[in-house]
Nanobody
Framework: QVHLVESGGGSVQAGGSLRLSCAAS????????MGWYRQAPGKQRELVAN???????NYADSVKDRFTISTDNARNTVYLQLNSLKPEDTAVYYC????????????WGQGTQVTVSS
C-alpha cells in the first residue's frame, strides 16, 4: 500500500498563494491518476484537480485559472499551486492516488488544512 503525505497548508489572506505537496512513498505517478480533493466543513469532498499518466489535467470550474497541478516524477511528488485564494477555498485538502492498471487500488493522504481569511 502506498503512503501519501501532504504538506504546505496554512493560513493566508484572500488573494494570497500556497503550494501544497503530496509525497508518495514509492514511484506511482506513471500508473496512477493523481488528484487533489478538498472538503469544507459541512460539505462533501470534491475534486479540485487531477493529472493522469501522460500529463493531461482536469480542474474544477471554481479553481480554473487559479490553481495548477503538477508532478515531479523523480521526487514521487504531486504539487498543487493555489493562487488568488478566496475565503471559499478554505477546506482540508487531500491527495489521492488511483491506480489505473491491474491491480486497481486507491490511496488517500491525511489531509492538510488551508484557511483563507477575507
Amino acid at each position: 500500500q502506498v503512503h501519501l503525505v501532504e504538506s504546505g497548508g496554512g493560513s493566508v489572506q484572500a488573494g494570497g498563494s500556497l503550494r501544497l505537496s503530496c509525497a508518495a512513498s514509492r514511484s506511482i505517478i506513471d500508473t496512477n491518476i493523481m488528484g487533489w480533493y478538498r472538503q469544507a466543513p459541512g460539505k462533501q469532498r470534491e475534486l479540485v484537480a487531477n493529472i493522469i499518466p501522460g500529463g493531461s489535467t482536469n480542474y474544477a470550474d471554481s479553481v480554473k485559472d487559479r490553481f495548477t497541478i503538477s508532478t515531479d516524477n523523480a521526487r514521487n511528488t504531486v504539487y498543487l499551486q493555489l493562487n488568488s485564494l478566496k475565503p471559499e477555498d478554505t477546506a482540508v485538502y487531500y491527495c489521492n492516488a488511483r491506480r489505473v492498471v491491474i491491480p486497481r487500488n486507491e490511496a488517500w493522504g491525511q489531509g492538510t488544512q488551508v484557511t483563507v481569511s477575507s
